[in-house]
């Protein structure tokens, strides 16, 4: 069994698009890059609080501070 993927045109321009298609392209890479430290807080925060939950902790909240979040590409 095949799975269809149906998309919809993108209502941008080809100049928003760009601007879009950029900030994703660098939400990716941040991402990739963000992995490890991410793992580092989720242990730091389960030994300290007893919670998987970095985003509780100020070391994880400031981690987090000048994360991008891809919405919809």
Known sequence: MSRTSKTV???LDARAREVVDRLHA??????????WPLIR???KAKFGTGNWDST?????????ADKMVALDP
């Open 56 to 64: 509780q902790t100020d070391s994880g909240k400031e981690m987090l």
């Open 41 to 43: 807080e989720m242990v």
């Open 9 to 11: 045109p993108s209502p």
């Open 26 to 35: 660098q939400n990716r890479h941040q991402f990739l890059r963000s992995i």
